[in-house]
């Protein structure tokens, strides 16, 4: 995907959307003595703006119902529509007190590859790109790639079919900086920040985790980078 910068000395500029399904957009103050740090991401889409977007990894072998996202207050679902613009109707969705849910029937309909929804709620419209498998094994439900302004602890989730998260590793990570509970991991804000200023030209902490389920043992990595 490619991208286009423009400079304007105006306080708005108009993009077109005519030959793109979505966009993203940062802006950056330019001034005599150098430039500002690129503000945080908005989406725009041909008919609305995004506020945010979220990848997650489902199996239809999974039996669970696919957290999406969490608001501060009592969240409502207004209308879905997938990236062909099909409606998706309400009745696959769950809003569980500030928490809204896919429904597992739904999702083990879908085909094995992304797909990504559009959700319309009280709170404004939310991406959700979504990779459907068909594995058996282990595996990370929260996209690997995690971005932090080191406020909050991150919490990383998997599909553990029965089995357990054994360990972390990577980057002088010990256990004293993570926890693990059933199927969630949480790595302290304090030890991801630390590396950062350890290192101030890194731009991602690589950290390894081993899952094992039965006979089944998987290993992978999470990408923790710094919001811009």
């Known amino acids: 995907m490619g991208s286009?910068?423009?400079t304007t000395a105006d306080t708005n500029k108009s993009l077109s959307l005519t030959n793109f399904y979505r966009i993203e957009i940062k802006v950056r103050a330019i001034f005599?003595?150098?430039?500002s740090e690129y503000s945080p991401s908005i989406y725009a889409s041909n008919s609305m703006t995004v506020l945010s977007?979220?990848?997650?990894?489902?199996?239809?072998?999974?039996?669970?119902?696919?957290?999406?996202?969490?608001?501060?207050?009592?969240?409502?679902?207004?209308?879905?529509?997938?990236?062909?613009e099909e409606p998706?109707?309400?009745?696959?969705?769950?809003?569980?007190?500030?928490?809204?849910?896919?429904?597992?029937?739904y999702l083990s309909t879908l085909l094995v590859g992304n797909h990504i929804f559009i959700l319309e709620t009280n709170f404004g419209n939310h991406e959700f790109?979504?990779?459907?498998?068909?594995t058996t094994r282990?595996?990370?439900?929260?996209?690997?790639?995690i971005f932090t302004n080191f406020n909050e602890d991150v919490v990383?989730?998997?599909?553990?079919?029965?089995?357990?998260?054994?360990?972390?590793?990577?980057?002088?990570?010990?256990?004293?900086?993570?926890?693990?509970?059933?199927?969630?991991?949480?790595?302290?804000?304090?030890?991801?920040?630390?590396?950062?200023?350890?290192?101030?030209?890194?731009?991602?902490?690589?950290l390894g985790y081993t899952l094992e389920s039965g006979d089944n043992v998987v290993i992978g990595y999470i990408f923790i980078k710094k919001n811009n």
């Open 4 to 6: 286009d910068r423009y």
């Open 138 to 145: 282990p595996y990370m439900i929260t996209s690997s790639e």
């Open 129 to 134: 790109k979504i990779n459907i498998t068909n």
């Open 53 to 84: 977007s979220t990848t997650k990894n489902y199996s239809k072998q999974s039996a669970f119902n696919l957290e999406l996202k969490t608001f501060e207050n009592n969240a409502e679902v207004l209308s879905v529509t997938d990236i062909m």
């Open 88 to 105: 998706v109707a309400l009745s696959n969705f769950l809003v569980v007190d500030h928490t809204i849910f896919f429904k597992s029937e």
């Open 32 to 35: 005599r003595l150098g430039v």
């Open 156 to 206: 990383v989730t998997y599909e553990l079919f029965g089995g357990e998260v054994l360990s972390l590793s990577g980057n002088e990570i010990t256990e004293s900086d993570y926890s693990i509970s059933g199927n969630s991991v949480t790595i302290d804000k304090d030890y991801i920040e630390d590396q950062f200023v350890k290192l101030p030209s890194r731009t991602t902490l690589i």
